[in-house]
């Protein structure tokens, strides 16, 4: 029995060489995909460099909040602080001058 011939023949011109056509698109595609990696490139250099300033930018922003939470820890030492008797009473003689009753307050009259 006649088996058919699948296999595909490769156009040739009257030279014996390869159609120019076949030439032209197979640069066209070759010129099309060089120009996708360049562009693929730049777009992949241009993300790192960003990638790497948010880095940067997040490492400052991680700091400044361990900075503010230990702030944020003193103020509330500082308010229990404040709310003690001892407090209260030091603010009292130191800034507004106040005794307690029956104590005798001596002034230096030197200066010092």
Known sequence: M???NYSKKRKVNKKGR???QNRFSMFL??????ILLVA??????RLTAQLEEKEKVKQELEAQ????Q???QELEELEKQVQTDQFKEKVAREKL??????EI????????
Do not use: C, D, L
Not at 29 to 34: E, L, M, S, Y
Not at 40 to 45: G, N
């Open 2 to 4: 006649f088996r058919k």
């Open 97 to 102: 001058g106040m005794v307690k009753e029956g």
């Open 40 to 45: 693929i490139s730049v777009i992949s250099v």
């Open 65 to 68: 909040i361990e900075k503010e």
């Open 29 to 34: 595609a070759v010129t099309v995909v060089g």
């Open 70 to 72: 230990q702030r944020a």
């Open 105 to 112: 307050v001596f002034e230096n009259q030197s200066g010092n």
């Open 18 to 20: 390869k159609n120019p």
